[in-house]
């Protein structure tokens, strides 16, 4: 009769990774366990945050580590709020609407400098021609922002 065992699953910032912890071989973040090695399961829980898959203890760790990174407060870092996210989100729209509006303008002034242009060499064009092809070209696309 085989030896029940019990998988394992690593929590926090060691999830998905091959590794030696308290002599059992995870690999992806997945150990096997014999289930009567009750010792075992809690050095890996206590110590190593491995918890046995689908157990009530492996779905509240995880959701502790998703909840610690998602507010930023496991590195050090300043938690980030919902009223910052959408300070962020109205930001990043008003950029993008000032950059649609810069690129109309340089098209309007890229068509009026090529009707001047026409106008200074003798030709005339009117305002119902369509502008040329220097007018046409699109923006170039912005840069990334820097950290």
Do not use: N
């Not at 060691?14 to 973040?29: K, T």
């Not at 009707?115 to 040329?132: D, L, M, Q, V, W």
């Amino acid at each position: 009769m085989a030896a029940r065992v019990v998988e394992v699953k690593l929590v926090g910032p060691r999830a998905g990774q091959s590794c030696v912890l308290a002599g059992f071989d995870f690999v992806d973040g997945v150990a096997r366990v014999p289930a009567d090695a009750s010792a075992a399961l809690g050095i890996l829980a206590t110590y190593h945050s491995a918890y046995p898959r689908d157990s009530r203890d492996f779905e509240a760790a995880r959701e502790k580590w998703e909840e610690s990174q998602w507010k930023g407060a496991s590195a050090g870092e300043a938690a980030v709020s919902e009223k910052d996210l959408a300070r962020v989100r109205t930001a990043m729209e008003d950029l993008q609407a000032e950059l649609e509006a810069t690129r109309r303008a340089r098209e309007d002034l890229e068509a009026r400098l090529a009707r001047a242009e026409g106008a200074g060499k003798g030709t005339s064009t009117s305002a119902t021609e369509a502008p040329t092809a220097e007018a046409q070209e699109k923006a170039p696309k912005a840069g990334k922002a820097a950290k």
